[in-house]
Every structure is written in structure tokens, then in C-alpha cells.
């Protein structure tokens, strides 16, 4: 058997990803099948079972795809010129994010990430790596915040995990009514409440 090439390899795999991510939106992650995959690919099974052994392998990859695939954080908000502008900043870069095509067509992806996590340990642990991705910059950005005196004294760590409730739940509102979030007085709104909420009057002035 001929090798592949590394090119070839990786198109392959990024294939059956896609085909995968199609199965699983529209059947849901337990009631998808390897053959389900394989039809969607139009694949033998072996051309599937060489680059993934199993469903949740497959699910696995889907989930770190999704990890490396979206920037929440673009390099210009993170060095902007305040810390108030980098983390609004930070924050109209995940409403970007979320409110593009891309990953709105991906995002039901999300619902059996949640239900799957609590199941297996598995993808526990790349679920926690995808929190940590986002939880982790909010958090230092907050804290450099409160401490060169932009922000006032906080719990740095649980305003990052309530910023992040705040988007899940826009996701699921997005999900079944797409009418129902509007994104551009999203990110406005999310800026006034860090302003009214982190910030004394006359630092918003300045």
C-alpha cells in the first residue's frame, strides 16, 4: 500500500472531521454512528477506522478542531492602549467569534460537548482546556486591571466564569431563535456594564 502523503493525510482527516461535525449536528453525538460518518464521507471503513479509531475520537478531535479553529482573543485588542479597551476589546473579539457564520454553523456542536462532559473523562478534560483557553486571559486582563487602578477590587476569576455564562447562554438564545440576539448592541451593552460596573465616573471620563 502506497504511503500518504502528510498533505493527503491531513486533507483526509480534515474531511472526515467535516463529515463528522454534519452527522452529529443534524442526528446528535449518540444516536450518530461510525457507518453514518462513513456514508457522510464516502469513505470505506477503512479509509475511516486508519485516521479514527472510534466515535468519541472522532467527537475528541471535533471538540480540539473547535479549540484552535476560533479566536477569541485577537492580538490587537490584548495590547491595546488601556486596560479598559483591552478587555472591551477582548470581549468584541468573542462577539465576533460567535456571531460569524462559521461558528454559528458549528455551534450545535456545543449542546453535546455540555451533555458529554459530565458522561466521560475523557472529554471532561479537553472541555477544561477550552474553558481554561478562554477563562485565563479575562481573568489576568481583570486582575492587571485592578491592579494599576482602572478597575476596582474584584473577584477576578468569577466575573471571567460570569462573562462566559453571559455568552453560553447567548449561544443557546442564538441557537433557537437567531432573531433574538442582536450582536453589534451585544458588545455595546457589554461595554457599558464593565464602564459601569469595574470603573469609578471619573476614570470613564478620562
Same mark, same amino acid.
Given at each position: 500500500?502506497p504511503k500518504?502523503?502528510?498533505?493527503? !493525510?491531513?486533507?483526509?482527516?480534515?474531511? !472526515?472531521?467535516?463529515?463528522?461535525?454534519?452527522?452529529?449536528?443534524n442526528?446528535?453525538?449518540?444516536?450518530?454512528?461510525?457507518?453514518d +460518518?462513513?456514508?457522510?464521507?464516502?469513505?470505506?471503513?477503512?479509509?475511516?477506522?486508519?485516521?479514527?479509531?472510534?466515535?468519541?475520537?472522532?467527537?475528541?478531535?471535533l471538540?480540539?478542531?473547535?479549540?484552535d479553529e476560533?479566536?477569541?482573543? %485577537?492580538?490587537?485588542a +490584548?495590547t491595546? %492602549?488601556t486596560t479598559?479597551e483591552?478587555?472591551?476589546?477582548i470581549?468584541?473579539?468573542?462577539?465576533? &467569534?460567535i456571531a460569524? =457564520?462559521?461558528?454559528?454553523e458549528?455551534?450545535?456542536?456545543?449542546?453535546?460537548?455540555?451533555?458529554?462532559n459530565?458522561?466521560?473523562?475523557? !472529554? *471532561?478534560?479537553?472541555?477544561?482546556?477550552?474553558?481554561?483557553?478562554v477563562?485565563?486571559p479575562?481573568t /489576568?486582563? !481583570?486582575n492587571e486591571g485592578?491592579? =494599576?487602578? &482602572?478597575?476596582? %477590587? +474584584?473577584?477576578?476569576n468569577?466575573l471571567? *466564569?460570569?462573562?462566559?455564562?453571559v455568552?453560553?447562554?447567548? +449561544?443557546?438564545?442564538d441557537?433557537? =431563535?437567531e432573531?433574538?440576539?442582536?450582536?453589534?448592541?451585544?458588545?455595546?451593552?457589554l461595554d457599558?456594564?464593565?464602564?459601569?460596573?469595574?470603573m469609578d465616573? =471619573?476614570?470613564?471620563? /478620562?
Amino acid at each position: 500500500m502506497p504511503k500518504l502523503r502528510s498533505e493527503t !493525510i491531513a486533507a483526509r482527516k480534515a474531511h !472526515i472531521l467535516k463529515s463528522a461535525m454534519v452527522c452529529f449536528a443534524n442526528n446528535g453525538y449518540h444516536q450518530t454512528t461510525m457507518e453514518d +460518518i462513513v456514508q457522510e464521507a464516502g469513505l470505506s471503513k477503512g479509509g475511516l477506522y486508519v485516521h479514527f479509531s472510534s466515535k468519541k475520537e472522532l467527537f475528541i478531535a471535533l471538540i480540539e478542531c473547535f479549540i484552535d479553529e476560533f479566536s477569541f482573543f %485577537p492580538t490587537s485588542a +490584548i495590547t491595546g %492602549p488601556t486596560t479598559y479597551e483591552r478587555l472591551t476589546g477582548i470581549l468584541s473579539g468573542m462577539v465576533a &467569534t460567535i456571531a460569524s =457564520d462559521t461558528f454559528r454553523e458549528t455551534s450545535s456542536l456545543m449542546t453535546d460537548v455540555w451533555a458529554q462532559n459530565s458522561r466521560d473523562q475523557d !472529554i *471532561n478534560q479537553v472541555v477544561l482546556r477550552l474553558y481554561a483557553q478562554v477563562r485565563y486571559p479575562l481573568t /489576568q486582563l !481583570i486582575n492587571e486591571g485592578i491592579a =494599576d487602578g &482602572t478597575f476596582k %477590587p +474584584i473577584d477576578a476569576n468569577a466575573l471571567a *466564569n460570569i462573562l462566559i455564562a453571559v455568552f453560553e447562554g447567548l +449561544i443557546i438564545q442564538d441557537m433557537v =431563535d437567531e432573531s433574538s440576539v442582536d450582536w453589534t448592541a451585544v458588545s455595546g451593552t457589554l461595554d457599558s456594564l464593565i464602564a459601569g460596573q469595574l470603573m469609578d465616573g =471619573d476614570q470613564r471620563t /478620562q
